[in-house]
């Protein structure tokens, strides 16, 4: 089964950016999902946030209004990475990170977590004021 490793989360001023990195450990099959998640403190793992995904193998990309402009999801398939560049964070976008792996519905990937079946670690991300 494929694994997936996030790194490049840190501290940040508002108004900053970040660059977040998912290595997967084999081929991600064109088609999938690959999307990006973060859990504020206090909140369940059920409650992750989609902030980006990407239907593999394509550029189509979908993101929420509360980072639409600010947040770009990109895929490497030869190195079997995606990528989150985040730029103008805010306090708000300070969470836990993750990366999953996915189906998809046709060529939509579902924002919510559910039909996401493999799970990276996560990586901190921390936006002061």
């Known amino acids: 089964q494929v694994q997936l490793v996030e790194s490049g989360g840190g501290s940040v001023q508002a108004g900053g950016s970040l660059g977040l990195s998912c290595v997967a450990s084999g081929d991600i099959d064109s088609g999938s999902c690959v999307a990006w998640f973060r859990q504020a403190p206090g909140k369940e793992r059920e409650d992750r946030e989609g902030?980006?995904?990407?239907?593999?193998?394509?550029?189509?990309?979908r993101y929420p209004d509360s980072v639409k402009g600010r947040f770009t999801i990109s895929q490497d398939n030869a190195k079997n990475m995606v990528y989150l560049q985040m730029n103008s964070l805010k306090p708000e976008d300070s969470a836990m990170y993750y990366c999953?792996?996915?189906?998809?519905?046709?060529?939509?990937?579902?924002?919510?977590?559910?039909?996401?079946?493999?799970w990276g670690q996560g990586t901190q991300v921390s936006v002061s004021s």
């Open positions: 902030v980006a995904n990407i239907y593999t193998g394509t550029t189509i990309t």
């Open positions: 999953a792996l996915g189906r998809s519905y046709g060529t939509v990937c579902a924002m919510g977590p559910s039909t996401y079946k493999i």
